[in-house]
Nanobody
């Protein structure tokens, strides 16, 4: 069982930035890809971006690419999601998830973090 530790959430004013991090407790084949999703109250999970820890290839939602950037430190076993120019509509709970490959589908991720809150004030 792989556990995912998320950090970096919080409250920020519109236009501000946050950097979320995700650290898996172990490196396994079925947790090589780390992805970020978010969920606003009453909404479905929304895919943001994913990256392979071993290969570095990424998969990002087109609507997010200009403001959200995913990166990783393979040696430190850490993935970051840089959130720039945040807007009030970005307010949501953000989840790190791990799976075999950098999928956009929530069902392809086997392990999930507990989620961290990001709140953007206007």
């Amino acid at each position: 069982q792989v556990q995912l530790k998320e950090s970096g959430g919080g409250m920020v004013q519109a236009g501000g930035s946050l950097r979320l991090s995700c650290v898996p407790s172990a490196r396994t084949r079925d947790s090589d890809a780390l992805g970020w999703f978010r969920r606003s109250p009453g909404q479905e999970y929304e895919f943001l971006a994913a990256i392979s820890l071993s290969l570095g290839n990424t998969n990002s939602a087109e609507s997010m690419r200009e403001r959200f950037v995913i990166s990783r430190d393979d040696h430190e076993n850490t993935v970051w999601l840089q959130l720039n120019n945040l807007k009030p509509e970005d307010t949501a709970e953000y989840f790190c998830a791990a799976g075999f490959f950098t999928s956009r589908s929530r069902s392809d991720y086997k392990y999930w973090g507990q989620g961290i809150q990001v709140t953007v004030s206007s």
